[in-house]
């Protein structure tokens, strides 16, 4: 059995969780209060700057060069196609990130990106990126399985339940493959480590949005 199912059965349970949260279930039946929403999306404008630096450091790392390119285009796509998805939203709503503080889910989850791919190996920084992709496109796909008609969320599950980001999502799957199958078993247990941790905080992720988290103290 290849690696990538491996790392998927062991989030499956932590999955489960993802689509039988009330963000997820209120956004698929375009019920989600506008104002969790718009939490959500600026938080993720700040993440997206920072996984697309994450990203642009594994292209860096990337060996063979060929996947210099494919990391590069990764971070093209977080910065292009998904900060546009949230321009049309800011627009729609009047809002923007400008001002906004990343709340302690965002903070923890970026600085554990930037962190993991800047002072741990490819091979580690690839799996722990893998979720970013992975997950965004299984529940893209379980919303639009559900369709519900005039969702104003409709342009957010159209894009991740694309074809276009589906391809990428393809190649950051085979990417991880390819690393793990040369990789010492020391380093694939940290690559499922990577996955866990990161998979644990896009869960974490929603929530917060749900519960509109703000900075305790
Ligand atoms: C938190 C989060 N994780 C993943 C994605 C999809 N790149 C995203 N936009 N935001």
């Known amino acids: 059995m290849s690696f990538t199912p491996q790392l998927w059965h062991a989030i499956t349970p932590l999955y489960h969780s993802i689509t039988a949260h009330p963000f997820i279930a209120e956004l ?12 959500y999306i600026q938080q993720d404008a700040l993440y997206l700057a920072d996984f697309a630096r994450a990203l642009a450091v594994m292209a860096a790392k990337a060996e063979p060069t060929a996947w210099v390119h494919r990391y590069l285009r990764f971070a093209e796509g977080a910065i292009v196609v998904e900060k546009a998805l949230h321009g049309s939203y800011f627009q729609t709503f009047g809002i923007s990130e400008e001002g906004v503080v990343k709340s302690p889910a965002c903070f923890a989850y970026t600085n554990y990106l930037t962190a993991t791919c800047w002072q741990q190996s490819f091979a580690v920084g ?4 893998l979720p970013c992709f992975w997950i965004y496109r299984e529940v893209g796909n379980f919303i639009w399985q559900q369709h519900q008609p005039d969702n104003p969320y409709q342009a957010w599950i159209d894009t991740y339940a694309g ?10 799957i085979q990417l991880t493959d390819a690393v793990a199958q040369v990789a010492s078993p020391e380093t694939r247990h940290q690559m499922q480590e990577a996955f866990l941790y990161s998979s644990r905080l896009e869960w974490l992720f929603w929530d917060s949005a749900y519960r509109l988290e703000q900075w305790p103290v």
């Open 28 to 39: 698929t039946q375009g019920t989600l209060p506008q104002e969790k929403f718009q939490h």
């Open 126 to 129: 690839v799996a722990a990126l």
């Open 163 to 172: 074809e276009e980001f589906s391809a990428i999502v393809d190649e950051a």
